[in-house]
């Protein structure tokens, strides 16, 4: 059964910082998302990687994905408060006779002026 | 006008009443599916449905049921609510199409059980 973990579970870190989240998963699977979600709001897609290799960027958010590693990082650059939120990846896997997604707990990012 | 919207947005209801929750969505997307979310506990999926006459339980669906009305419409129902049932339920929408099954959120309805 696939497992997906994130780390770290919270993150608090200065504005102007560098930092990565990880997104580890235990079975084998080609595509990966990474969603944003508010306090007390809905989930927003940011990426969709599809292969490995994949690299995607928005703005400040940069996506990976290694699906020989089984690894996916969303790295921060130069944080700015905006970014606060937590972040969930989700992983396919196939089960029965089509596609789950299996998420991960998902990392609370504080970022502090 | 939002792509998938859910009714009602927030409700207070007491132990042992019958719930139902509302997802519509515009996307024209065969897929549907409800979460829930608990603090600290990430997404867990109580019901999906890849079309009007398939239903498919997920990882917690006891205590939940659920009917696909129309491919537009994918209802969600508490028999009997319970206070630990008091969460976020989120419904959620993809399409079936090779490469990706990114899926699109609906706001959420915050569920209260007293």
């Known amino acids: 059964e696939l497992k997906v973990e994130q780390n770290p579970l919270f993150l608090s870190m200065q504005e102007g910082k560098n930092y990565t989240i990880y997104c580890n998963y235990s079975?084998?699977?080609?595509?990966l998302y990474w969603y944003r979600q508010d306090p007390g709001k809905s989930l927003e897609s940011l990426f969709v990687?599809?292969?490995n290799g994949a690299v995607k960027q928005e703005g400040r958010l940069m996506a990976s994905l290694d699906t020989k590693a089984r690894l996916s990082t969303l790295h921060i650059t130069a944080a700015v408060h905006d970014l606060s939120a937590t972040y969930f990846c989700?992983?396919?896997?196939?089960?029965?006779?089509?596609?789950?997604?299996?998420w991960g707990a998902g990392t609370k990012l504080i970022i502090k002026p | 006008d939002a792509d998938v919207t859910q009714t009602p947005r927030n409700r207070i209801t007491k132990t042992g009443k019958r719930i139902m929750l509302e997802c519509s969505q515009t996307?024209?997307?065969?897929?549907m599916y409800w979460y829930r979310q608990d603090p600290g506990l990430g997404l867990r999926l109580i019901y999906y449905?890849?079309?009007?006459?398939?239903?498919n339980k997920g990882e917690i669906s006891d205590g939940y049921s659920v009917s696909r009305q129309a491919q537009a419409k994918f209802s969600l129902s508490l028999e009997s609510a319970i206070p630990n049932q008091t969460a976020l339920y989120f419904c959620?929408?993809?399409?079936?199409?090779?490469?990706?099954?990114?899926?699109?959120f609906g706001p959420g309805t915050r569920l209260t059980v007293t």
């Open positions: 959620a929408t993809s399409e079936t199409r090779q490469g990706s099954y990114e899926q699109y």
């Open positions: 996307k024209g997307h065969d897929r």
């Open positions: 449905s890849f079309d009007v006459k398939d239903i």
């Open positions: 079975t084998t699977s080609d595509r």
């Open positions: 990687l599809l292969s």
């Open positions: 989700a992983v396919d896997q196939y089960r029965g006779s089509n596609y789950q997604l299996i």
